[in-house]
């Protein structure tokens, strides 16, 4: 809808300062033609950086946790990314599954909990939904429905549960 009305802004603008003949209706044609257009852009600017009409919706899964390798041990493996502390941890949320899932540090953070009531990993994930479907209309422009943000992680960890660097 903002595509629409910075298209016909600019035809009023370019329109009324081409044809319109001289005086104070040219003067009001041209002013809204141009508060249209600079309207529409702005807004159109401030939906890439604010994300104007939109909420964040997060949806949260939790699975059980069972241990990344198979012995006697709890362990929750982990492999340090770069030269800070980022770290991929790799897991496993069902015992019969033999791969291992993994975090991702550039979706988001991850949170180890240790002495908890029970071995669980809490997946919330983070997207970007619009309020109404008016608001859809006037500002989807360059902004899906539905868009991704971020992923956090969090791990409950029973008594007895290390973390460990995988080699």
Known sequence: MLA???FGGALLFAGSMIFAAKGPRKM???SLGLILTLGSILLMI???NQYLG???VTITHSYPLTSSVVSKRQVLLYRQVGTKNERVYLF???PLDHRLQHTNPMQG???VTQNAQSNRVRVTKTYRVYRNEELRLLFSV????HDYVMTQWQFNLKPGWQVVRAK
């Open 4 to 6: 629409f009305t910075l």
């Open 28 to 30: 009001v044609w041209v």
């Open 46 to 48: 401030l939906n890439y």
């Open 54 to 56: 939109m909420k964040k």
């Open 92 to 94: 496993r949320s069902n």
């Open 109 to 111: 953070p991850v949170k």
């Open 142 to 145: 360059g902004v899906k429905n």
